[in-house]
């Protein structure tokens, strides 16, 4: 029997909600499979502040060094409530950027996925989404501007300035490049590159490293999309695209916009991977405005189980039944409060309820053999 052990880093707001669903299917992961998994909690983001001094406190880091792989849930405060956390301390600077950097998770893989069954989630028209939404963006996550060189000061004149280096090299543009080509192969053979050389040089050299990469996927079309058309074209038409590869600001923006035509970032989780390590997450926030209320979708939470399933462990029938599990239940005519409104044909159940519906959607398929 295999046993994995995995770092469950709760986070802030509705993260430690939503964690709890999670591991519902973990547990009956281990029933239905030859596997076990030793779950172990740990502080991170604006929690671990202040209870620890630290978002990222020492005790975490090591049991993530140990662990096989890290699920991390959403963090951060409201706007007001971070005040009261030194900037650099604050859960962004001060957790998940060094988790990024200390495990060299540069490949950050998000699903934007909508069957059609479930398209009244979106605030696209019938005739745009036509038989769902099917694309994988691939954002490069550890290097550009939010890793670049900082500056902050009063220059001659006096004024308050502030300077932030965009710096990419060429192996960091060539790994991620492999990583959305790979993908590429196993999905549909296109891949759009997102850019803007038109403006940045460091646009110039990704789309010269990808020329030089594509060579050894002869099989991929390679099409070239300015961002900014890219953000159209994501509302126009988003079935044009299957695998979208970009840097990091571009990946971050862009993403989320995947969130907002699918009607919610509570349905993207994502995956971070690294060479030796990687960490799942759902894409959304830690809603601190909803959280203690049990009303917030464990969908993203779910599904970055069922990517870690597949990416890290290998389990890819049992990943897919857990997807399936997850949108049998929405089809089933259900969904919580922060997804959907009162009187819009939808029964109306809580974060735990869904979570539980998800677990007996998945019992009752077969084992995986």
């Known amino acids: 029997m295999k046993n994995y052990t995995i770092a469950l880093l709760a986070g802030d707001g509705i993260g430690p909600e939503i964690m709890h669903e999670a591991v519902k299917i973990f547990r009956l992961i281990e029933e239905r499979n030859d596997v076990t998994f030793t779950l172990i909690e740990a502080d991170f983001g604006a929690a671990a502040y202040f209870k620890c001094g630290h978002p990222f406190p020492d ?71 036509g038989e769902g939404i099917d694309l994988v963006m691939v954002r490069e996550l550890v290097g550009g501007l939010y ?47 997102i850019h803007k050389s038109n403006v940045l040089k460091s646009s110039v050299l990704w789309n010269e490293v990808l020329e030089e990469v594509a060579v050894e996927y002869p099989e991929v079309e390679i099409k070239h999309i300015l961002v900014d058309a890219a953000a159209t074209q994501l509302c126009l038409n988003p079935g044009q695209f ?5 840097e990091n600001m571009f990946g971050d923006i862009l993403s989320d916009q995947g969130g907002g035509i699918l009607g919610s970032l509570g349905l993207m989780p994502s995956a971070c991977k690294g060479p030796e390590k990687s960490y799942y997450e759902p894409s959304h926030g830690s809603a601190p405005d909803i959280a203690g209320q049990n009303i917030a979708n464990p969908y993203s ?19 897919k039944n857990v997807w399936t599990a997850m949108q049998s239940v929405f089809a089933d005519g259900y969904s919580t409060p922060d997804l959907s409104k009162p009187g819009s044909g ?24």
Do not use: W
């Not at 220059?155 to 590429?184: F, P, W």
């Not at 299957?242 to 970009?246: E, I, Q, Y």
């Not at 069922?306 to 029938?317: I, N």
């Open 301 to 319: 939470m779910i599904g970055s189980v069922a990517m870690m399933l597949e990416d890290s462990f290998g389990m890819v029938e049992e990943s």
């Open 346 to 369: 939808v029964k109306m159940i809580k974060t735990a309820e869904f979570g539980d519906k998800v677990v007996a959607a998945l019992r009752a398929m077969p084992a995986v053999v």
């Open 242 to 246: 299957d695998v979208m590869v970009m």
């Open 59 to 129: 005790e975490t880091k090591a049991i993530c060094d140990e662990a096989d792989a890290i699920i991390k849930g959403p963090i951060g405060l409201s706007h007001e409530e971070s005040k009261k956390i030194p900037i650099d301390m604050q859960p962004e600077r001060g957790a998940l950027l060094p988790l990024r950097r200390r495990y060299n998770t540069f490949a950050n893989f998000r699903p934007v996925s909508l069957p059609k069954a479930l398209a009244h989630f979106s605030p696209l028209k019938p005739e745009i989404i």
């Open 147 to 193: 890793f670049g060189d900082k500056e902050v000061g009063v220059n001659e004149k006096g004024l308050r300035y502030v300077k932030e280096t965009l710096e990419y090299d060429e192996e960091q543009i060539c790994r991620i490049m492999h990583e959305a080509l790979r993908l590429s192969m196993r999905r549909k053979k296109v891949l759009h590159n």
